[in-house]
């Protein structure tokens, strides 16, 4: 299986990036390929609402930059792991970004999807505050993957918390969870 894995937060190391690593590492025990990319790292542009998508004028997306690149990666990805802290209560904003980026995938003309349809996925959030508060940001994950991309729902991790960056490695049990995830992924 290839998977392909989206980590939303600028704090290299931190608590997104080590619950998603630890997903990879459960991946990785059953031999399968993973490739893990940093979001800030990635100078997205964000869509420039240019149509080209939509009006099929380009397979995947007009903009010429690094995210443009990865498209057609996700679309022959068989799993795709978006990690993101919650900043000012929604996903952070390099992760909206790349999510903007994902409308080549929409249909917007008969309101279906293209490539992603029965791809797995699995979201992972982390906020300071208890996990309890911001399952708003993972259900906003899941109507975006589930609904509008009809992708098969893998898992969730709903981590809180987490304010300084090494919090996670007082969670031994989420971390546990995410391995678990990764592991029973087929
Ligand atoms: C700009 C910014 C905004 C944040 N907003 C929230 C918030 O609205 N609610 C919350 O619980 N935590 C908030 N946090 C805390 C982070 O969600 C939390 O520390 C998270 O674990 C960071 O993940 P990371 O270690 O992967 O960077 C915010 C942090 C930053 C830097």
């Given at each position: 299986m290839k998977v392909i894995a989206f980590v939303g937060?600028?704090?290299?190391?931190?608590n997104t990036s080590q619950i998603v690593d630890s997903i990879c590492a459960g991946l990785k025990e059953n031999g399968h390929a993973v490739e893990v990319y940093?979001?800030?790292?990635?100078d997205n542009k964000g869509?420039?609402?240019?149509?080209s998508c939509q009006a099929n004028k380009v397979e995947y997306c007009a903009i010429n930059d690094k995210m443009t690149t990865l498209l057609p990666k996700m679309a022959d990805a068989d799993c795709l792991i978006v990690g993101t802290p919650v900043y000012m209560m929604q996903v952070s904003g390099d992760t909206k970004n790349f999510l903007d980026r994902l409308f080549t995938f929409y249909v917007r003309s008969n309101h279906t999807a293209r490539y992603l349809p029965g791809k797995k996925y699995i979201t992972v959030t982390c906020s300071?505050?208890?996990?309890?508060?911001?399952?708003s940001v993972t259900e906003y994950l899941n109507q975006l993957?589930?609904?509008?991309?009809q992708m098969e729902n893998a898992g969730n991790i709903t981590a809180g918390n987490?304010?300084?960056?090494?919090?996670?490695?007082?969670q031994q049990e989420v971390l546990k969870q995410a391995e678990d995830m990764g592991r029973k992924l087929s």
């Open positions: 937060s600028p704090r290299k190391d931190g940093n979001l800030a790292e990635l869509c420039q609402a240019c149509d300071g505050a208890p996990a309890e508060a911001f399952g993957f589930s609904g509008s991309f987490l304010m300084s960056k090494d919090d996670i490695s007082k």
